[in-house]
């Protein structure tokens, strides 16, 4: 998977959660995560998408992709076991979990680019 910010491309080694059973479960109970790792989670269509952070102990940035790639939120800094709800107004086909303060490291912007196989691959 790649991120590309004006800052250049950043690439990530990523897991892809694209069953009902690996979206729900996520990287609940994980105590670490790689700097170049993440987790992408493919909803299939585009669709208003809310996130929660039980059962999660490590602090993530959640950056929702539309269909065609393009970065529409950004959620940074998310709180670890929070049930508050993370819920951007934009659809999004697509969420990329990474470890918080990858977005700010990397300059990531809304409008940014997402490249990877699943992307742009119909739906």
Not at 35 to 60: A, C, V
Not at 85 to 104: K, N, Q, Y
């Amino acid at each position: 998977m790649v991120l590309e910010t004006a800052s250049g491309s950043h690439s990530f080694t990523v897991e892809i959660a694209d069953t009902t059973a690996e979206r729900t479960r996520g990287l609940m109970y994980r105590r670490e995560m790689a700097p170049d790792h993440g987790m992408l989670f493919d909803f299939k269509r585009s669709e208003l998408l809310s996130f929660w952070m039980k059962n999660t102990y490590i602090s993530l940035d959640m950056i929702f992709i539309a269909a065609d790639g393009t970065v529409n939120f950004i959620a940074r800094d998310t709180v670890p076991e929070s049930t508050d709800l993370v819920s951007p107004p934009e659809r999004a086909r697509f969420v990329l979990e990474v470890v918080a303060g990858t977005a700010d490291r990397i300059g990531l912007k809304v409008g940014d680019r997402a490249r990877h196989p699943l992307i742009g691959a119909g739906g």
